[in-house]
């Protein structure tokens, strides 16, 4: 990715034409140069978390990174999700809301250019912008938002329990242009969010007191009870903060990577680094090099087993205990695989929703094949994949894999497809191919896709292209039959 390196007050002046309003973000640490990105949008995020709310003011320097001028551009505010009930399966309400449901959203007060308001139309959770002047290919835009997200006290993806805030796609992102507009509505099953490659640069205001993980490269300095957490994350799709006052934290080093681990218990907080250093260190023999300097597993108040971000991945806290050991380490692993097949490869989740789980699955079976004995393996993929496939196959209507992910009719039918069928699968394809094969072409699938968003074609064609076989019958059987 092409770069060019500012001291970034100069930048934010040059980009704005020296206009006092727009220099005025909070974010100049002495003598610190900032890479601007001509090609991917950079985010300046400068806000404060109290009283339950993210408060803040956000300018990004949007690119037309497409061959024809932009006339409109979307943003997705994906904290409206937590606007009302119906947005919430009502299997997991009860798991997800403990006290009850509590309504969390986001407010945006101002959309603007140079301090000129502009022409915007919102709906639930999508905000667009009417450009008077189309946005040339290649030129790009800053746009200011201000705005506050109001958190839920809730055990989601984003919200705060027990002192626990779990910060996750809590401000406006730019919708991905993909052959146009990426704008799906939200949909309760399955991962709704599809975001593009970035960087960004975050000052966040929070309590003295608190420990915090974060995406990206982070430094802390406090004052008058207040700590300043200053985020630099390049080349990522999102950013995400979680914060307690009841986390500690351990930290080890693999392959020059710092692994860090963040719970409340350290017995089981070691657990958690031991198994994402052992997952870490396989992926990168295996697929290549994690490209980031830091990860982070952090126990947190969640309640859905895991969830992957940028650099940084959320676990259940109640895994943290002897009697889930087993689960603490199958769900860091696939978490952690998710950098691979999430993080540097991008794909859309609602309409290619296997494209990425059914190989993270996969990934994290093979890592325990790697770390056991025979026997050993055989128990785990028969208790995470082979038992549970058997004894829930019969509530799955229709086997069909690759499909969106509104056509599931519950995240217990896409469990049972898109992560088990689907790591089934690629245990067929290694039964055909080879072990060593297999993960020739997954490396090589790494690094021709890294950074980039892929479709189910070109994964499919990937593995066409590397291997002479019946393909065409074998994914029809697998991914676009509907026999379970």
Request: aromatic fraction near 14%; charge should be negative; charged fraction near 20%.
């Amino acid at each position: 990715m092409k770069k060019y390196t500012l001291i970034l007050f100069a930048a934010i002046l040059m980009f704005t034409g020296c206009a006092k309003e727009e220099a005025a973000i909070n974010y100049q640490p002495t003598g610190q140069s900032i890479e601007i990105s001509q090609s991917s949008d950079t985010y300046f995020i400068d806000g404060v978390l109290e009283n339950n709310a993210f408060t803040a003011t956000q300018r990004i320097n949007y690119v037309n990174k497409e061959q024809q001028p932009l006339s409109e551009l979307y943003f997705h505010l994906y904290p409206n999700m937590y606007q009302n009930k119906n947005m919430v399966e009502p299997a997991y309400m009860k798991t997800m809301y403990p006290g009850g449901f509590n309504k969390g959203g986001i407010e945006v007060y101002e959309v603007s250019v140079l301090g000129v308001k502009l022409d915007t139309e919102i709906k639930d959770r999508l905000l667009k912008i009417n450009l008077d002047n189309p946005l040339a290919p290649m030129d790009s835009l800053i746009i200011t938002f201000k705005y506050k997200t109001s958190l839920p006290n809730s055990l989601g993806r984003m919200g705060y329990y027990n002192d626990c805030y779990n910060l996750t796609s809590f401000y406006p992102v730019a919708a991905v242009y993909d052959n146009g507009w990426q704008i799906d509505d939200y949909n309760y099953i399955g991962d709704p969010f599809f975001t593009d490659m970035a960087d960004y640069h975050i000052t966040l205001t929070l309590p003295e007191n608190f420990t915090v993980a974060a995406t990206g490269e982070y430094t802390t300095t406090s004052e008058n009870g207040m700590k300043s957490l200053k985020i630099d994350a390049y080349n990522v799709r999102e950013v995400a903060v979680v914060a307690s006052p009841h986390l500690k934290m351990f930290e080890e080093n693999v392959d020059g990577i710092s692994v860090r681990s963040y719970a409340i218990d350290e017995t089981y907080g070691r657990e958690a680094l031991s198994y994402a250093k052992d997952s870490i260190s396989f992926y990168n023999n295996t697929f290549g090099k994690y490209p980031y300097s830091q990860i982070s597993v952090v126990g947190s108040e969640y309640f859905g087993g895991g969830m992957e971000y940028p650099n940084l991945v959320l676990i259940a806290g109640n895994l943290y205990d002897e009697e889930s050991k087993t689960d603490l380490e199958w769900t860091v692993a696939h978490e952690i695989a998710h950098q691979w097949w999430y993080g540097v490869i991008g794909s859309n989740p609602i309409k290619d929703p296997y494209v990425d789980e059914s190989l993270t699955e996969f990934s994290t079976l093979i890592y325990t094949r790697s770390k056991y004995d025979e026997n050993t393996f055989n128990q785990l993929k028969n208790q995470y994949i082979l038992s549970p496939y058997a004894k829930y196959k019969h509530l799955v209507s229709d086997g069909k894999v690759h499909k969106n992910t509104p056509k599931f009719k519950s995240s217990l039918e896409l469990s049972m497809l898109v992560y088990i069928k689907g790591s089934m699968m690629y245990i067929d394809m290694e039964n055909i191919m080879g072990k060593e094969k297999l993960c020739e072409i997954l490396k090589s699938y790494y690094e021709k896709y890294a950074y980039s968003i892929v479709s189910s074609d070109q994964l499919k064609n990937h593995i066409k292209e590397s291997y002479e076989y019946d393909w065409d019958a074998f994914f029809n059987k697998w991914l676009y039959s509907t026999n379970v």
